[in-house]
């Protein structure tokens, strides 16, 4: 009957622990840019009015593009008055209206007209755009998966220094796989803000995507041999 060596290192099996490292460097999947629709106007329901058109015509210019854009989302909104700089008579003197949209495109292609055409729109401001990686993106699977054959060859390479070998895994802990591409980048690419339409189309932005760095960690611990010291 063969025995099973124990979890903890003794003289006949001792253990051996190693951390495992990997990091990738693979192009980005997605480009996330905000939107934010803005309206000002004296009379409150005119303001209300003027921001919706522009609302509409932004998710309606968003949605021409189809698949390329995989996620488009509203945020905040806001309709607020201004009082006169006196403020005790409680009169206003201009409303301020914003809604903010989220944007997410998949089609880098299309990401630098699209960007252009929103920002050509009257009182929108665009910021990003800012590259990332999808949740299930197959690069974190592969990050991990070098991560443990790094441990693996790294246990090897200190049991094979002592003329043994590894007996058994007792041990795999997972320090995290995960995208390091900072979400909000202190100068974004492609930032723009425009106050009124353009009397031409504006030429599209040629925006080159940003490379995404992928880490992953693992800590194992490994019986082996007895050495021959």
């Known amino acids: 009957m063969?025995?099973?060596?124990?979890?903890?290192?003794?003289?006949?099996h001792p253990r051996v622990a190693v951390r495992g490292d990997a990091r990738l460097d693979i192009d980005p999947e997605t480009a996330r840019i905000t939107i934010t629709v803005t309206a000002r106007?004296?009379?409150r329901r005119h303001t209300l009015d003027?921001?919706?058109r522009r609302n509409h015509h932004v998710l309606e210019l968003a949605r021409s593009y189809g698949q390329a854009v995989e996620k488009l989302e509203t945020g905040?909104?806001?309709?607020?008055?201004?009082?006169?700089?006196?403020?005790?008579?409680?009169?206003?003197?201009?409303?301020h209206?914003?809604?903010?949209?989220?944007?997410?495109?998949?089609?880098?292609?299309?990401?630098?007209?699209?960007?252009?055409?929103?920002?050509?729109?009257?009182?929108t401001r665009v910021n990003g755009p800012w590259w990332g990686l999808?949740?299930?993106?197959?690069?974190?699977?592969e990050a991990r998966r070098r991560a443990v054959h790094a441990a693996?060859?790294?246990?090897?390479?200190?049991?094979?220094?002592?003329?043994?070998?590894?007996?058994?895994?007792?041990?795999?802990?997972?320090?995290?796989?995960?995208?390091t591409a900072p979400p909000t980048p202190a100068a974004p690419r492609g930032r723009a803000?425009?106050?009124?339409?353009?009397?031409?189309?504006?030429?599209?932005?040629?925006?080159?995507?940003?490379?995404?760095?992928?880490?992953?960690?693992?800590?194992?611990?490994?019986?082996m041999s007895p050495p021959k010291l």
């Not at 999808?134 to 699977?141: G, K, L, N, T, V």
């Not at 599209?204 to 693992?218: C, G, H, I, K």
């Open 134 to 141: 999808r949740p299930d993106s197959p690069a974190h699977a």
């Open 41 to 43: 106007g004296k009379d």
């Open 2 to 12: 063969t025995q099973t060596p124990p979890p903890h290192g003794t003289p006949e």
């Open 152 to 179: 693996v060859q790294r246990a090897r390479e200190y049991a094979a220094a002592l003329d043994a070998h590894l007996v058994a895994l007792v041990e795999l802990a997972d320090l995290g796989a995960e995208n």
């Open 76 to 95: 905040a909104f806001s309709l607020t008055p201004e009082l006169t700089p006196s403020g005790r008579s409680e009169k206003i003197r201009a409303h």
């Open 50 to 52: 003027d921001l919706t």
């Open 97 to 123: 209206g914003r809604v903010h949209i989220t944007a997410v495109l998949n089609d880098f292609t299309a990401l630098g007209e699209f960007t252009t055409r929103i920002a050509d729109l009257e009182m």
């Open 193 to 223: 803000a425009f106050g009124g339409a353009p009397a031409e189309p504006a030429p599209a932005l040629d925006l080159e995507p940003q490379r995404q760095t992928v880490y992953a960690q693992v800590n194992a611990r490994f019986i």
